[in-house]
């Protein structure tokens, strides 16, 4: 079991960048995935890499501007995020699976961080 913690969330101007990081003891092992959840609105999946890094995934939504990578020595997995959108305002969680593939299904997570805000304005 990992303890994961987000950060890196804050306020940014629409086109901005932002970079999260997701961090545990252990991470090594784990395939991680980032999600989001805007108010009344259900959690979305965004990107996942394997333990490894032989395989990553990402959402149509985020193709092209958010890129998932990890440091294994560093036991971190980030998230870099360009040209954002006021539609990319969310609570910006990660989550974890014991040498998990690839899955865009949040249930197949098994630990989740506490998540870190992001805002967009225009």
């Known amino acids: 079991q990992v303890q994961l913690v987000e950060s890196g969330g804050g306020s940014v101007q629409a086109g901005g960048s932002l970079r999260l990081s997701c961090a545990s003891s252990?991470?090594?092992?784990?395939?991680v995935g980032w999600f989001r959840q805007a108010p009344g609105k259900e959690r979305e999946f965004l990107a996942h890499?394997?333990?490894?890094?032989?395989?990553?995934g990402y959402a149509d939504s985020v193709k092209g501007r958010f890129r998932i990578s990890r440091d294994n020595r560093k036991n971190i997995v980030d998230l870099q995020m360009d040209s954002l959108k006021p539609e990319d305002t969310a609570v910006y969680y990660c989550?974890?699976?014991?040498?998990?593939?690839?899955?865009?299904?949040?249930?197949?997570?098994?630990?989740w961080g506490p998540g870190t805000q992001v805002t967009v304005s225009s």
């Open positions: 252990g991470l090594s092992r784990y395939g």
């Open positions: 989550a974890a699976r014991l040498w998990g593939i690839y899955s865009p299904d949040e249930h197949d997570y098994t630990d």
């Open positions: 890499i394997t333990a490894k890094a032989t395989n990553l």
